[in-house]
């Protein structure tokens, strides 16, 4: 989390507001819950009158079409009754019968039949057939035909209990006819249930409801309907009267377009009530999300506060302009001074050293540019009371939460301590490395002395001769002149050994310089060569001709080259004489060069390979275990390299590469 996304001045909020917000979901939640309810109220009670008027409305239309059925087949009936009437005072009654009977017939579609019976239900005439639909009929005796002439004796028509015939529903009514107040048969119709609501049920009454012809039992006779909808729960149910024997007539509403749009009005209310509760629930999903993200908020700016307090490392951030935005409490201890009176400043800092003002200016000019170094930079900075500190300081760009970079973050390290040790580290390690030359020298104090008697030797030698010629009287100066000669090449050679000896062992900084390795191999071979011809070892040197300077030290060269030739030497002391050869190699590999210092001695086994170069670890009784890791620490010293590898022809080799062309 970086420091954009949390304000160092951020104050958590008191859990009192996470109290109010509940409360306050609570209320939008009942106060919303209950809108829902009176809207679900509201449509309710308009459903319910819209259901109320629409009942009423169908409640007239079903008396409406009730009556228009009666007066229908009531007038059916007077004509038939007024056919009679005709046919008793005619005197061609079959040929008033089927004139009248074709006039009714055409007239009045729902009739199906018209015959004629006599008293003993015999058939006298027919319109257009004479036979009845139906196959139950009796000429004669208690059939429901004789039934019914029966009860038409009382004068009254009589309607007979539908049948189906035909696959249809049908129905007879029975008009007496009488003659001189005689009973003298029947006039006899025969109705088609479905041709009847055909034609007295109106296209309009059709497309408002649905009409339904019943028996008793439920069974389906008749109906007739102008859409093509699912009926409502809306119906009602008269008696159809005539013809009677329980035969129903329900009549059922649809859905008209006045319906669909109160019912459309009030799926989309609903559907908006519905949607108002899931946005606030949303909302109060959102707003919980919120307060949880805010309490972790508060939880992650308390672990790191605490995590900041406990830092060493100084934290300090700054905006694209320079000002400081923010400071942990360990860059303000550094410093010495408070939060308040840092942030929001601008350059020049109260704590950067006057001394180094305008490096520090460029430095921090160099970094609002975006060119800060990745492996950071030191630079001196001053505590409030005037103590200076060495500080290291690390900074990268500060990202906000949209991706943009909103300023800068350094961190600060103290690095003084560190600095004061690492300079006491320096000086105990050149302290041992003198330590180290002089032990080596100690170690070939005899060889160097028996070196250095040979010159001294020979000057006496050539003293002693000149002034035996100079006594004697007899000499020539061109030979006094040769001798004097020899013995400056002597004193020459005996101060020669002696500088070089001075120079190897004087304490002294590292001091580098331009160098050939040549030399240095050459200076190196003439400290050990004595000690050399004494164990009766070779040494060969193979030297690159054309060779680049390099930039070091060359006394601290000789001391590496010298330790790894003496150590060689001394692992050649179990090999035969004819075999003891130190190899010294120079050549150039790449931008490198190396060196190989290559004996033919018993070799080094892979487990003490890799401790060779630890501390105090030593494979001689009486070794200190220090010189190799000193040879390395010089190497590297150098940016180079030291380690060591198998020799193909027995022995060991120490290989050493150094960077060229390094300033």
């Not at 046919?87 to 199906?112: G, Q, V, Y």
């Not at 049908?170 to 009847?196: N, T």
């Not at 035996?468 to 400056?488: I, M, P, R, T, Y």
């Amino acid at each position: 989390m970086n420091e954009a996304s949390i304000s160092p001045y951020y104050e958590p909020r008191p859990t009192g507001s996470l109290k109010w917000s509940n409360w306050y979901l609570s209320l939008l939640r009942l106060a919303v819950g209950l809108l829902f309810v009176l809207l679900i109220a509201l449509l309710w009670l308009l459903n319910r009158q819209g259901t109320d008027e629409q009942r009423a409305t169908l409640i007239a239309d079903v008396l409406w079409i009730e009556q228009s059925l009666r007066f229908n087949l009531d007038s059916n009936a007077e004509q038939l009754h007024q056919l009679a009437l005709d046919l008793s005072l005619a005197r061609k009654r079959s040929e008033m019968f089927d004139l009248r009977a074709r006039h009714i017939l055409k007239n009045n579609k729902e009739i199906m039949q018209l015959i004629w019976l006599d008293a003993a239900a015999r058939t006298l005439h027919g319109m257009p057939t004479r036979a009845f639909s139906r196959g139950d009929e009796d000429s004669v005796g208690n059939g429901p035909v004789s039934r019914s002439l029966n009860l038409a004796r009382l004068g009254k028509p009589i309607y007979r209990e539908m049948y189906l015939a035909d696959g249809e529903a049908r129905f007879e009514v029975y008009v007496p006819l009488f003659a001189s107040q005689r009973f003298q048969g029947a006039l006899v119709a025969i109705y088609s249930v479905p041709a009847l609501l055909q034609q007295q049920v109106p296209w309009w009454f059709a497309e408002k409801y649905q009409v339904r012809v019943v028996d008793a039992n439920g069974g389906l006779l008749a109906t007739k309907s102008k859409i093509d909808a699912l009926p409502t729960t809306l119906s009602y149910t008269v008696a159809l009267d005539p013809p009677g024997y329980g035969a129903l007539m329900q009549i059922t509403a649809y859905r008209g377009e006045g319906n669909l749009a109160q019912t459309l009005i009030a799926t989309l209310i609903l559907i908006l009530a519905a949607a108002v509760f899931w946005s606030l629930w949303a909302v109060r999903g959102s707003i919980q999300r919120r307060l949880t993200a805010e309490q972790a908020l508060r939880a992650e700016y308390a672990f790191r506060k605490s995590m900041e307090d406990s830092l060493v490392v100084g934290m300090r951030a700054r905006d694209l302009q320079g000002r400081i935005t923010y400071a942990n409490p360990a860059f303000l201890k550094m410093v010495g001074y408070t939060a308040e009176e840092l942030i929001g400043r601008s350059p020049p800092m109260p704590y950067w050293a006057p001394e180094e003002m305008e490096r520090t200016l460029q430095l921090h000019n160099n970094v609002l540019q975006g060119n800060a170094s990745d492996q950071g930079f030191e630079i001196p900075l001053m505590h409030r009371n005037g103590k200076r500190f060495d500080a290291l300081i690390y900074e990268a760009p500060l990202i906000g939460a949209d991706g943009r970079q909103t300023g800068w973050m350094g961190s600060i390290i103290d690095v003084t301590e560190r600095r004061h040790a690492e300079e006491l580290a320096r000086q105990q390690q050149e302290k041992l490395q003198i330590t180290a030359r002089l032990v080596t020298m100690g170690e070939m104090a005899s060889t160097l002395a028996h070196e250095l008697n040979q010159p001294l030797a020979a000057i006496t030698s050539y003293n002693t001769g000149c002034l035996n010629k100079l006594e004697s009287g007899d000499f020539k100066v061109a030979d006094l002149k040769e001798a004097l000669g020899k013995l400056a090449v002597q004193a020459q050679r005996a101060g020669h050994i002696i500088r070089r000896v001075h120079d190897f062992v004087r304490k002294s900084e590292p001091k580098l310089g331009r160098c050939d390795l040549a030399e240095v191999i050459d200076n190196s071979v003439g400290f050990i060569e004595a000690t050399a011809k004494r164990h009766g070892v070779r040494i060969v040197r193979k030297i690159q001709g054309m060779r680049p300077e390099l930039l070091a030290d060359q006394v601290m060269l000789e001391q590496v080259l010298l330790n790894l030739m003496r150590n060689g030497i001394e692992a050649m002391g179990n090999t035969p004489p004819t075999q003891r050869y130190l190899t010294i190699t120079l050549a150039q590999r790449d931008q490198q060069m190396e060196i190989r210092v290559i004996d033919r001695g018993s070799g080094i086994s892979p487990e003490i390979a890799e401790k060779l170069f630890t501390p105090l670890f030593s494979t001689k009784a009486d070794g200190m275990g220090m010189g190799l890791n000193i040879c390395r620490s010089i190497v590297e010293f150098h940016h180079g390299r030291l380690w060591v590898e198998t020799n193909p022809e027995g022995g060991s080799q120490f290989i050493i590469t150094l960077p060229i062309g390094r300033s």
